[in-house]
């Protein structure tokens, strides 16, 4: 096995310290027990924080535009970073409301995407297509319960989503934490 391959299958080879992990996974599970409790401050934050992502890309965008060597291409340019400048002041403006609309738009999207998912379960079945027919139906009971509780869930629904995200993220830093604590350390070349 090379090097290289070794790291790729040992994250202690690639310079990860089980403390290091451990630390990081509690960071990301307090944070998340932060946004869950407090959900509606999250969407508030997520919110702005995302439109003033959308307001450097859509800045960006329009810059970009005048910019190029070539003219072609221009009025299309500057319609996408005019539409992201005009989320991301919306998203600044009034991130509560902003967020009740998005949440309404996830909502469909997840119901959308979880038929799609139950469609191709059945095309790749026989690979694993049991756990694309059951992720597909966790989509489209999601959405139903997000449009079900719509709009009061617009204020909520995006800090819960962040929320469980870390929550998830810092449980694979812990256990990776936990496994580095396991394995036997390698001696240093």
Do not use: C
């Not at 403390?19 to 944070?31: E, K, P, Y």
């Not at 291409?73 to 998005?102: E, K, M, N, Q």
């Not at 709009?151 to 629904?157: D, N, Y």
């Amino acid at each position: 096995m090379t090097d290289k391959s070794m790291s790729a299958t040992n994250p202690n080879q690639s310079g990860t310290s089980r403390w290091g992990a451990l630390l990081l996974g509690a960071v990301f599970i307090l944070a998340g027990l932060f946004l869950l409790g407090n959900s509606v401050l999250a969407t508030v934050i997520s919110a702005i924080v995302i439109g003033v992502l959308l307001l450097i890309a859509g800045a960006s965008e329009i810059f970009q535009a005048f910019s190029a060597p070539r003219w072609s291409g221009l009025f299309l340019r500057l319609l996408i970073g005019a539409l992201y400048v005009v989320s991301g002041i919306a998203l600044v403006a009034d991130p509560l409301a902003t967020s009740v609309f998005l949440t309404f738009v996830f909502g469909i999207a997840l119901i959308a995407s979880g038929l799609v998912r139950i469609v191709q379960a059945f095309q790749y079945w026989k690979w694993s297509g049991w756990l694309l027919l059951f992720s597909g139906i966790v989509g489209i009971l999601a959405g139903l319960i997000i449009l079900a509780k719509w709009p009061i869930s617009g204020l909520w629904v995006l800090g819960f989503v962040v929320g469980i995200d870390l929550l998830l993220h810092g449980a694979w830093w812990l256990g990776l934490g936990l496994q580095l604590t396991k394995e036997p350390q390698a001696a240093e070349p």
